[in-house]
Structure formats: structure tokens, C-alpha cells
């Protein structure tokens, strides 16, 4: 989608992850960065995609695949 192009390297790999239905607390063990900045990732990647939960990050890079 438009939207995905606009993401950031690491809001990609946060929406990527988000995708696979991890929590904040696993996507930041995951990239070794603090709960609070995956909190700011995941905000950003919900506004670029225009989507209003994490199962729509989901459904939009389904679709997008």
C-alpha cells in the first residue's frame, strides 16, 4: 500500500512484527530498544497506515504481500 512506502526501516520492522502479533514489550526485546520508543513506533506506523488497530497492520501487509 502508499502507506507502507512512507514507513521508516525500523516502523517497517515494527509493523512487521505487529503483524505477527508480538507485544510491545517482545518488540522491544526484539530491536533492544525501550517499551516507550516501541510505543512511538507502533503510533506512527497506525497514523502512516491510516489504520486504527494493530490487526489492521496485519490485514494491510497481508494484502499488501
Known amino acids: 500500500p502508499e502507506g507502507a512506502r512512507r514507513l521508516t526501516a525500523r516502523e517497517s520492522e515494527v509493523a512487521a512484527l505487529l503483524a ?3 507485544t ?3 518488540i ?3 530491536l ?3 517499551v516507550h520508543t516501541v510505543r512511538r513506533h507502533v503510533e506512527r506506523v497506525l497514523h502512516k497506515l ?3 488497530s494493530r ?3 496485519e490485514r494491510r501487509l497481508d494484502r499488501s504481500a
Request: charged share 40%; proline share 0%; glycine share 12%.
Open 32 to 34: 533492544g530498544v525501550s
Open 50 to 52: 491510516a489504520v486504527g
Open 20 to 22: 505477527r502479533r508480538r
Open 28 to 30: 522491544a526485546e526484539a
Open 55 to 57: 490487526r489492521e497492520v
Open 24 to 26: 510491545n514489550a517482545e
